[in-house]
Nanobody, 122 residues
Framework: QVQLVESGGGLVQAGDSLRLSCAGS????????MGWFRQAPGKEREFVAV????????YYAASVKGRFTISRDNANKMVYLQMNALKPEDTAVYYC???????????????WGQGTQVTVSS
């Protein structure tokens, strides 16, 4: 089992940067693929980025590719999402999630954090 806690959200202006952190626990964390998802008010939860267990593979949603970077530190059981050039449309609650395999589908993920709010003002 994996427990996840996100942090690092906040209110920023368009063009600013923010780094989200996800602290994991549990013996399977280092072998789990880790994903970041987001959910804006009135919208479905959507995929943002994913990283493989070893960190050698990453994949991004088209809307964030080139602006966001996912990384992980397995020694400390942490996953990060560096967000640059933020836009108002990036405003959402951001969630990290763990799965046995790399996936972009919310339905595949077994474990979720509680989320952290990111608000980008114009």
């Amino acid at each position: 089992q994996v427990q996840l806690v996100e942090s690092g959200g906040g209110l920023v202006q368009a063009g600013d940067s923010l780094r989200l952190s996800c602290a994991g626990s549990g013996r399977t964390f280092t072998s789990s693929a880790m994903g970041w998802f987001r959910q804006a008010p009135g919208k479905e939860r959507e995929f943002v980025a994913v990283i493989s267990g070893g960190g050698g593979y990453t994949y991004y949603a088209a809307s964030v590719k080139g602006r966001f970077t996912i990384s992980r530190d397995n020694a400390n059981k942490m996953v990060y999402l560096q967000m640059n050039a933020l836009k108002p449309e990036d405003t959402a609650v951001y969630y990290c999630a763990a799965d046995r395999v790399v996936s972009t589908s919310t339905e595949e993920y077994d474990y979720w954090g509680q989320g952290t709010q990111v608000t980008v003002s114009s």
